[in-house]
């Protein structure tokens, strides 16, 4: 891989390993639990993150990155749903932006894609996703220390 | 000055302080918050965004050293990766930490502003990684701390 490519691959990998690490560490009931104020449930935040990346990464060199099929605000509607399924979906996001970067090389990045019908060049839109991406991850990190907190003051 | 390193500055700046496309940024989300709300912990042990702050002028520091392989200077304390924070819950305290934070952050990119572009792609000396990949790291590191203020700043109460 290329090194430039590589220096965002490597950022991109290494916050999917956090997420995947801190959703491990939960059961299916917690995966739904949101704040007391109503904030995002980790479903929720996968569900965002990864309907992000679908959209963004298929068809990436050859389609806007904001597909018709995708339904944004059905991303933040409450589901409850396993721990596979959450996954299934995870992987769902993270599959086309894996081989989509898989296939650049440093000469590519000076490429443009579109995102909303607006250019971007490709290095442009990638440092953009992985912005996107290292911010709910954090959140979906963090979300699980929130739980345990809550179970150890009862 | 070369457009890598411009587009190295406007990555660090916009996980920072600089207006971004997709929200808070990190010196965003700690903008009006009270000693009180910057020390509330979500639970014993947890971190509170006091010291996600101290711990992200940290990294930013760690980044300086690698980048610049300097010998020279050290963080102002004692330990390494997380502070316990506050000491005492004031609001010069809480300043000070930020003040720190600021001061991390322009010392990094000064250090990126006077970068090779031609060894953007090597190691430094003992580093295991790229300038680049460490300067992309860095930035991601804000914006991944960002996404945890704004949520401690949601439930921590009023």
């Given at each position: 891989?290329?090194?430039?490519?590589e220096?965002i691959a490597d950022e991109f990998t290494r916050y999917k390993a956090l997420?995947e690490?801190?959703?491990?560490?939960?059961?299916?009931?917690?995966?739904?639990?949101?704040?007391?104020?109503?904030?995002?449930?980790?479903?929720?935040?996968?569900?965002?993150?990864?309907?992000?990346?679908?959209?963004?990464?298929?068809?990436?060199?050859?389609?806007?990155?904001?597909?018709?099929?995708?339904?944004?605000?059905?991303?933040?509607?409450?589901?409850?749903?396993?721990?596979?399924?959450?996954?299934?979906?995870?992987?769902?996001?993270w599959?086309?932006l894996l081989?989509?970067v898989g296939?650049?090389?440093?000469?590519?990045?000076?490429?443009?894609?579109?995102?909303?019908?607006?250019?971007?060049?490709?290095?442009?839109?990638?440092?953009?996703?992985l912005?996107?991406t290292?911010?709910?991850?954090?959140?979906?990190?963090?979300?699980?220390?929130?739980?345990?907190?809550?179970?150890?003051?009862? | 000055?070369?457009?890598?390193?411009?587009?190295?500055?406007?990555?660090?700046?916009?996980?920072?302080?600089?207006?971004?496309?997709?929200?808070?940024?990190?010196?965003?989300?700690?903008?009006?918050?009270?000693?009180?709300?910057?020390?509330?912990?979500?639970?014993?042990?947890?971190?509170?965004?006091?010291?996600?702050?101290?711990?992200?002028?940290?990294?930013?520091?760690?980044?300086?050293?690698?980048?610049?392989?300097?010998?020279?200077?050290?963080?102002?304390?004692?330990?390494?990766?997380?502070?316990?924070?506050?000491?005492?819950?004031?609001?010069?305290?809480?300043?000070?930490?930020?003040?720190?934070?600021?001061?991390?952050?322009?010392?990094?990119?000064?250090?990126?502003?006077?970068?090779?572009?031609?060894?953007?792609?090597?190691?430094?000396?003992?580093?295991?990684?790229?300038?680049?990949?460490?300067?992309?790291?860095?930035?991601?590191?804000?914006?991944?701390?960002?996404?945890?203020?704004?949520?401690?700043?949601?439930?921590?109460?009023?």
């Open positions: 891989m290329s090194p430039h490519v220096a997420a690490a801190a959703i491990a560490q939960l059961g299916d009931e917690e995966l739904a639990v949101t704040a007391s104020d109503g904030g995002n449930s980790i479903v929720t935040i996968v569900w965002h993150l990864a309907g992000n990346l679908e959209s963004r990464f298929t068809d990436f060199r050859t389609s806007d990155g904001e597909k018709p099929w995708r339904d944004r605000d059905d991303e933040f509607v409450l589901r409850n749903v396993t721990k596979t399924a959450l996954l299934e979906k995870w992987e769902r996001g599959g086309p081989a989509a296939q650049l090389s440093d000469a590519d990045l000076l490429q443009t894609v579109a995102i909303r019908r607006q250019q971007l060049r490709i290095d442009q839109a990638l440092q953009r996703s912005a996107h290292a911010y709910h991850v954090g959140q979906i990190v963090f979300l699980p220390s929130r739980f345990a907190a809550v179970a150890g003051s009862v | 000055m070369p457009s890598d390193l411009n587009e190295l500055l406007f990555l660090i700046d916009t996980a920072y302080n600089r207006v971004s496309w997709h929200g808070t940024n990190l010196r965003g989300s700690i903008r009006g918050v009270s000693p009180r709300q910057a020390a509330w912990r979500p639970g014993r042990g947890r971190h509170n965004i006091w010291e996600l702050a101290v711990h992200a002028a940290y990294w930013k520091y760690v980044a300086w050293r690698r980048l610049t392989s300097s010998t020279r200077g050290s963080f102002p304390m004692d330990g390494s990766n997380w502070f316990v924070r506050p000491q005492q819950i004031t609001l010069q305290a809480w300043r000070a930490d930020v003040a720190l934070l600021e001061r991390m952050h322009r010392t990094l990119r000064d250090a990126v502003a006077d970068l090779d572009p031609r060894d953007l792609d090597r190691k430094p000396p003992k580093g295991k990684t790229t300038r680049r990949a460490l300067v992309t790291g860095v930035a991601a590191h804000d914006f991944y701390h960002a996404g945890q203020i704004q949520l401690l700043k949601r439930l921590a109460p009023r």
